[in-house]
C-alpha cells in the first residue's frame, strides 16, 4: 500500500489524495483517489438567496438563507458554544444555533424582529426549545413608557401579543388595520377569513369603535378588534356589544367587534377568536419548517 499524501492535485486541488509510486527509481503521481475525510472547503460558498417561494421564507425584508449561517456556524463553533447575533431579524442564526446544539442570544431592536423570532423557535422546535425574552413590557408602565418613546414599536410589540401580522401600508383598503389575523373556517381551503386590529396607544371614545365597526363593514372581515392602552368608556363597550355575532362552522359564536386593553392582555385574555388551538386554522404567520436534528444530511457536503 503506497504511502498516501496530500498533495495539490492540478486539477482537483486539496479535494484528492495523490498515490505517489516509483517508475524507474523516480517518483511519480499519476493517480489519485478522493480525499476520506472529504471535500476540503472553498473559500467562497455558493449559495441561492432564498427564493419568494421558498419554504424558508417567512415575510422578514432582510433573512437570511439558513445554510450560510449553518457554514458559519460550523466553521466556528461547537456543540454548546455561545453564539452571539446583536441583530439578529427573524432570528435565523438563533434557529441554526438552536438546531445545531449551541446555546445563543439573539438582540434586535424592533419588536416586529422579537414576534417573529418566537413564533419561528415555537414552530421550528415545539417543545424542545426553551428561552426568555428580555426588554418586552411585561406590566402596564413598562408598555406606557413604549407608546412614550414610540409609538410603532408599542403597535407591533401589541399586534406580536396577539398573534397578527403588522399591515405594512396603510393606504387605501388598508386605512384603519394596523394588524390582521388570518383564518381558515372551510374544509378545503375557501376564501382566507380575517381579524382585523386597530391599535391605539393615546385617547380613545366611541368614534374609534364607530370607525372599526365601518372598516370591518368595508373590507368583509369577520371580527374587528380594538387594542387600547386606555380604558373603554361605557358608550364604546355598548356599541361594541351592539355589533353582533361571528359564528363559526365549529358552532361556536364570538363578538364582531371586541374591545381588549393592553392591560387584559397582559393578565392573558385573549381575543376571542374560533378554533384557535385547532391545527391549519390560523394562517397568519408562516410557519417555520420542522427542524431536522444536528447532524443532517446538510452537512454533508461542507467539508
Ligand atoms: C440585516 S437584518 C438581520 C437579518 C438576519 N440575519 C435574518 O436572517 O433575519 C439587521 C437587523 O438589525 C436590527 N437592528 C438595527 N439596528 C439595531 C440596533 N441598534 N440594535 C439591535 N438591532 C438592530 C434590525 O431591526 C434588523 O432586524
Known amino acids: 500500500m503506497p504511502r498516501r499524501e496530500i498533495v495539490a492535485h492540478p486539477r482537483l486541488g486539496f479535494n484528492s489524495y495523490i498515490l505517489p509510486k516509483s517508475f524507474r527509481g523516480e517518483r511519480t503521481y499519476d493517480s489519485?483517489?478522493?480525499n476520506p475525510l472529504g471535500k476540503h472547503p472553498d473559500d467562497v460558498w455558493p449559495l441561492q438567496p432564498i427564493m419568494p417561494s421558498a419554504k424558508e421564507r417567512l415575510g422578514y425584508p432582510t433573512q437570511k438563507p439558513e445554510r450560510l449561517l449553518e457554514y458559519i456556524l460550523r466553521a466556528s463553533?461547537?456543540?454548546?458554544?455561545?453564539?452571539?447575533?446583536?441583530?439578529?431579524?427573524?432570528?435565523?442564526?438563533?434557529?441554526?444555533?438552536?438546531?445545531?446544539?449551541?446555546?445563543?442570544?439573539?438582540?434586535?431592536?424592533?419588536?416586529?424582529?422579537i414576534s417573529l423570532i418566537k413564533h419561528r423557535l415555537l414552530t421550528a422546535f415545539g417543545d424542545k426549545v426553551s428561552f426568555k425574552t428580555i426588554g418586552e413590557p411585561v406590566t402596564l408602565p413598562d408598555a406606557l413608557a413604549l407608546a412614550s418613546q414610540d409609538r410603532y414599536q408599542f403597535q407591533w410589540w401589541a399586534l406580536g401579543m396577539v398573534g397578527a401580522r403588522p399591515t405594512e401600508k396603510k393606504k387605501g383598503?388598508?386605512?384603519?388595520?394596523?394588524?390582521?389575523?388570518?383564518?381558515?373556517?372551510?374544509?378545503?381551503?375557501g376564501r382566507t377569513k380575517q381579524i382585523i386590529f386597530s391599535v391605539k396607544s393615546g385617547g380613545v371614545?366611541?368614534?374609534?369603535?364607530?370607525?372599526?365597526?365601518?372598516?370591518?363593514?368595508?373590507?368583509?372581515?369577520?371580527?374587528?378588534?380594538?387594542?387600547?392602552?386606555?380604558?373603554?368608556?361605557?358608550?364604546?363597550?355598548?356599541?361594541?356589544?351592539?355589533?353582533?355575532?361571528?359564528?363559526?362552522?365549529?358552532?361556536?359564536?364570538?363578538?364582531?367587534?371586541?374591545?381588549?386593553?393592553?392591560?387584559?392582555?397582559?393578565?392573558?385574555?385573549?381575543?376571542?377568536r374560533?378554533?384557535?388551538?385547532?391545527?391549519?386554522v390560523n394562517v397568519t404567520?408562516?410557519?417555520?419548517?420542522?427542524a431536522k436534528a444536528a447532524g443532517s444530511s446538510e452537512q454533508e457536503d461542507l467539508f
Request: with cysteine; hydrophobic share 40%; charged share 25%.
Open 274 to 280: 374560533p378554533a384557535a388551538a385547532v391545527p391549519g
Open 77 to 113: 463553533s461547537n456543540e454548546g458554544n455561545l453564539i452571539l447575533d446583536p441583530f439578529c431579524g427573524c432570528g435565523t442564526a438563533v434557529a441554526v444555533a438552536q438546531r445545531l446544539n449551541r446555546r445563543w442570544i439573539g438582540i434586535d431592536i424592533t419588536h416586529l424582529a
Open 173 to 189: 383598503a388598508d386605512a384603519g388595520i394596523d394588524g390582521r389575523l388570518l383564518f381558515h373556517d372551510e374544509p378545503s381551503g
Open 205 to 272: 371614545d366611541v368614534g374609534d369603535v364607530r370607525d372599526l365597526l365601518g372598516v370591518l363593514d368595508q373590507q368583509k372581515a369577520e371580527i374587528g378588534v380594538l387594542l387600547t392602552l386606555q380604558e373603554p368608556t361605557g358608550p364604546m363597550r355598548k356599541a361594541a356589544a351592539s355589533a353582533g355575532f361571528y359564528s363559526s362552522p365549529w358552532g361556536t359564536k364570538h363578538p364582531r367587534l371586541q374591545i381588549r386593553t393592553i392591560a387584559e392582555l397582559l393578565e392573558g385574555r385573549a381575543v376571542d
Open 32 to 34: 489519485y483517489e478522493p
Open 285 to 290: 404567520l408562516k410557519d417555520a419548517r420542522p
